[in-house]
């Protein structure tokens, strides 16, 4: 299995452009999730999804758009790049039965976007 | 929603030394408390995990203890050495439907272990 990739690993963006960051998981996993982690910010969720076709905001959606029209892809849309949207992007996937023997968040490599 | 506060941010501890990471919750039924360990550059990954019905689990070095009535749980790592240097979040995550399954992290406590 190849888990939860990512690509890109690296991108630089100007203001006002806009790409889409990929995420893919071979695990068949329910739960598939973005966060962005800044420096002394800890890992804060962007949007999640609980299965194909449902998706929800997080903590800090404003700017990112997802859908789920598969249970293996969720991509993250920047619609407008801004300089505030410089992070480190992580795509995470997990279970969701609660019989299931770990709730464990499988991370991708993460995305690194810098946004000028 | 659940809150998750971390302590301390920065951790410096001698080789050989014990470490010592708190966090606190606010959603009491929140019953699946996970730690994971990000080295430099790398991508989070789980070293140890706890559910409610559990108040402590050892593996190895590592170990963890639940306070359900306080709603705090710590992560205890004995016999530091270099290479457990890296930033360690935890995190809880709920048993309610919907948004609760996704867990929420603290901001992360930076460990360095001087040789």
């Known amino acids: 299995n190849a888990g939860v990739t990512q690509t890109p690993k690296f991108q630089v963006l ?4 806009s790409m889409t960051l990929q995420c893919a998981q071979d695990m068949n996993h329910e739960y598939m999730s973005w966060y962005r982690q800044d420096p002394g910010m800890g ?16 903590e800090v ?9 598969t249970t293996e892809d969720f991509p993250l849309r920047l619609l407008s790049a801004a300089p505030s949207q410089t992070s480190v992007y992580f795509c995470a996937s997990s279970y969701s039965s ?7 968040q499988y991370f991708g490599p993460g995305t690194r976007l810098t946004v000028t | 929603g659940e809150n998750v506060e971390q302590h301390p941010s920065t951790l410096s501890v001698q080789e ?32 140890i995990d706890i559910r409610s019905n559990v108040g402590e689990k050892k593996d190895q070095r590592i170990a963890v203890t639940l306070n359900k009535t306080a709603k705090h749980f710590s992560l205890h790592i004995t016999e530091t050495q270099p290479e457990d240097s ?10 309610a439907s919907g948004g609760s399954y996704i867990p929420t ?5 930076s460990l360095i272990v001087h040789p």
């Open chain 1, 14 to 17: 100007k203001t006002g452009q």
């Open chain 1, 98 to 104: 609660r019989t299931a023997l770990s709730y464990e």
């Open chain 2, 105 to 109: 992290f603290g901001r992360g406590t």
């Open chain 1, 61 to 69: 959606p404003n700017g990112y758009n997802v859908s789920r029209s």
């Open chain 1, 43 to 58: 890992l804060r969720l962007i949007h999640y999804s609980v299965g194909a076709g449902i998706t929800d905001q997080g």
């Open chain 2, 16 to 47: 050989g030394d014990s470490a010592v990471i708190k966090c606190t919750y606010s959603d009491s039924a929140s019953n699946y408390f996970p730690w994971y360990k990000q080295e430099l550059g790398k991508r989070p990954q789980l070293i």
């Open chain 2, 86 to 95: 890296a930033v360690y979040f935890c995190a809880a995550r709920g048993s």
